[in-house]
């Protein structure tokens, strides 16, 4: 039995933590208000955000102010190319005295963790959090463990074009909903970023506005809000578009039908709607399936990117009216 869409009062509470969230990393980091929209409403999915830029723009600040907003337990990892596996997910101790093997878990284990610079790593190292990223949980020596839930996965890379990195394999980054891009602050964000980090750290001002029961209470809000079956089916005709392009060489999985969809959600439940608009899919599709696809061979030499595929592709696919978006919706 379908799970009824949220209350005026459930709505209410998101817009107004989410409000309070986007505040208090504003504190730290001004004119990002894309990249924070598309972190917010993947954190609302429980879905894992991959933050790609050059280094220098404030990847890592972002997501260190996210978790310090949020206020659950963090880990933090710091991917070099000498970590391995077990620095990640823990080690089992034997313990001499008592002739057993102790579990002493790894910084995965929190609420949301911080992936600083995942592509320095090797993949081997970089495979550790496929089962933690897809299941919530670890498997160290045949047993398993399961992960604090919520679990949230902040990773930050450079691009592969720097010296030192590894690419992420296909696998890794199908795990991850969203791929935010920071980028350059505009010349009034720099100069208000170079008064207010002058000499001291902003992230020490950042207060915890949340907690995990009210983080946990907000994804579950997410979860139960409305999408009709236009928006179902406009995902799949947007999907079915990109692995018939010709532009690309590998399309969206049904992952990432199932990850838009999400995130589409949480954007709705972010702006106090109990239904799915086709604005909620245009505006992360970008984020949801830039990362995913592969172009071909013709569109790089053409010098397309990702983004503008689908970008050309969401403008091509006919969009469902309002009525049929809302069509059915319970009361």
Do not use: C, W
Not at 224 to 237: L, N
Request: hydrophobic fraction near 40%.
């Amino acid at each position: 039995m379908p799970h009824p869409i949220p209350s005026e009062a459930d709505l209410s509470e998101v817009a107004e933590v989410v409000e309070r969230v986007r505040r208090s990393i504003s504190t730290v980091l001004s004119g990002l208000g894309p990249a924070i929209d598309s972190t917010l409403a993947t954190v609302l999915a429980e879905g894992h955000v991959l933050m790609e830029d050059v280094p220098g723009v404030g990847k890592t600040t972002l997501a260190r102010a996210l978790a310090a907003s949020v206020g659950t337990h963090v880990g933090r990892i710091q991917f070099t190319p000498d970590l391995l596996p077990s620095d990640v997910t823990g080690v089992s101790v034997y313990r001499a005295d008592e002739h057993t093997f102790e579990f002493r878990p790894g910084p995965v284990f929190a609420h949301v963790v911080i992936a600083d610079e995942i592509n320095r790593a090797s993949p081997k190292t970089q495979s550790a959090l496929l089962e933690s990223m897809q299941e919530g949980r670890v498997t160290v020596d045949g047993t398993t463990h399961p992960l604090p839930s919520p679990f949230l996965v902040v990773a930050t890379q450079n691009p592969v074009e720097m010296e030192g990195t590894y690419p992420l394999p296909e696998a890794q980054r199908d795990r991850f909903m969203t791929q935010v891009t920071v980028g350059y602050p505009s010349p009034d964000h720099e100069v208000a970023m170079l008064d207010s980090h002058d000499g001291t750290d902003p992230l020490t001002q950042v207060t915890s506005v949340a907690d995990t029961a009210t983080l946990a209470r907000m994804i579950g809000v997410a979860r139960r809000i409305y999408a009709a079956p236009a928006i179902k089916q406009y995902i799949v005709d947007l999907m079915s578009a990109t692995r018939s392009d010709p532009a690309l060489r590998l399309g969206g999985s049904p992952r990432a039908s199932l990850q838009l969809l999400a995130a589409a959600k949480g954007r709705a439940a972010m702006h106090g709607r109990n239904h799915v608009l086709p604005d909620d899919i245009k505006a992360l599709s970008g984020p949801v399936l830039a990362h995913r696809i592969i172009p071909s061979i013709e569109a790089r030499t053409g010098g397309r990117s990702p983004e503008s595929i689908i970008a050309a592709l969401v403008a091509q696919v006919p969009v469902p009216s309002e009525a049929r978006t809302r069509a059915a919706r319970p009361a």
